[in-house]
């Protein structure tokens, strides 16, 4: 099974825990960290996150979540047939788990990932782009495919 994955950047980390907790008929997130909150709903089946990570308010990025190698192979596929950058991750820490994954971009500049999650982590990771200067608590592990948009 695919899951639709959003992921969300916020000001304020409680508001918005309380915002979506509400608007998900009162589900508490799956995971909560002092930084992170993710939700793994299945009405609507989507696992939806939101994170106080340094980087600007409003939708980091969008993803699709596999269950199984087989269904990541597939979305690997769909993304190399889009014809656009794509940079492959095996074993990487981001938002508390463990996963493989993929990014790419759409012709909007919008970073697209698919990931298979193999174990939670009790860390939240760190940048994909391990040449930047800023420490791993200040920039999300997502900030590398961000950074694909603009060619770096």
Same mark, same amino acid.
């Given at each position: 099974?695919?899951?639709?994955?959003?992921?969300?950047?916020?000001?304020?980390?409680?508001?918005? /825990?309380?915002?979506?907790?509400?608007?998900?008929?009162? !589900?508490?997130?799956?995971?909560?960290?002092?930084?992170?909150?993710?939700?793994?709903?299945?009405?609507? /089946?989507?696992?939806?996150? !939101?994170?106080?990570?340094?980087?600007?308010?409003?939708?980091?990025?969008?993803? !699709?979540?596999?269950?199984?190698?087989?269904?990541?192979?597939?979305?690997?596929?769909?993304?190399?047939?889009?014809?656009?950058?794509?940079?492959?991750? /095996?074993?990487?820490?981001?938002?508390?788990?463990?996963?493989?994954?993929?990014?790419?971009?759409?012709?909007?500049?919008?970073?697209?990932?698919?990931?298979?999650?193999?174990?939670?982590?009790?860390?939240?990771?760190?940048?994909?782009?391990?040449?930047?200067?800023?420490?791993?608590?200040?920039?999300?592990?997502?900030?590398?495919?961000?950074?694909?948009?603009?060619?770096?």
């Amino acid at each position: 099974m695919k899951r639709m994955h959003v992921h969300v950047a916020v000001e304020d980390l409680e508001a918005s /825990t309380r915002f979506y907790t509400a608007m998900f008929g009162g !589900i508490e997130p799956t995971v909560s960290r002092q930084d992170y909150r993710k939700w793994e709903l299945v009405d609507p /089946t989507v696992n939806f996150a !939101i994170s106080q990570r340094g980087v600007k308010p409003g939708v980091d990025h969008l993803g !699709i979540q596999v269950e199984t190698d087989a269904e990541l192979a597939e979305m690997r596929e769909r993304f190399a047939r889009a014809e656009l950058p794509v940079a492959n991750q /095996t074993t990487t820490t981001c938002c508390y788990a463990k996963s493989d994954k993929t990014w790419t971009v759409d012709p909007q500049g919008v970073a697209w990932e698919t990931f298979r999650t193999l174990e939670q982590t009790p860390v939240y990771g760190e940048s994909r782009d391990r040449t930047r200067e800023a420490s791993s608590s200040q920039v999300a592990c997502c900030a590398g495919a961000i950074n694909m948009r603009s060619g770096a």
